[in-house]
Nanobody
Framework: VQAVESGGGLVQAGGSLRLSCVVS???????????MAWYRQAPGKQRELVAS???????YYVDSVKGRFTISRDNAKNSVDLQMDSLKLEDTAIYYC????????WGQGTQVTVSS
């Protein structure tokens, strides 16, 4: 998916960030018609799915972020957001959005660093 992720940064543990992913319409991916997800890759680890949102509105969260992260979409903007609250050190990673299952094309991601 041709997408641009933004909103990352350095935040203290317990803080919040809101990530945004604008998907290029040229990619042919419309967030309202595709299952979408946020993924993350921490240093030395494999990329993992963090949260997903189906076309029907069903959400899924990996256990480690349940109750803290919220995924949403804006069809008009063709974007997918990830609200992250009560951030923990272990949330430090590069965050990416993509379809679910993911397309082979990935954006550059946005770095999230949580400090103590």
């Amino acid at each position: 998916v041709q997408a641009v992720e933004s909103g990352g940064g350095l935040v203290q543990a317990g803080g919040s960030l809101r990530l945004s992913c604008v998907v290029s319409r040229i990619s042919g991916i419309f967030v309202g018609f595709n299952d979408m997800a946020w993924y993350r890759q921490a240093p030395g680890k494999q990329r993992e799915l963090v949260a997903s949102l189906s076309v029907r509105g069903t959400t899924y969260y990996v256990d480690s972020v349940k109750g803290r992260f919220t995924i949403s979409r804006d069809n008009a903007k063709n974007s997918v957001d990830l609200q992250m609250d009560s951030l923990k050190l272990e949330d430090t990673a590069i965050y990416y959005c993509n379809s679910n299952p993911p397309d082979r094309t990935w954006g550059q991601g946005t770095q999230v660093t949580v400090s103590s």
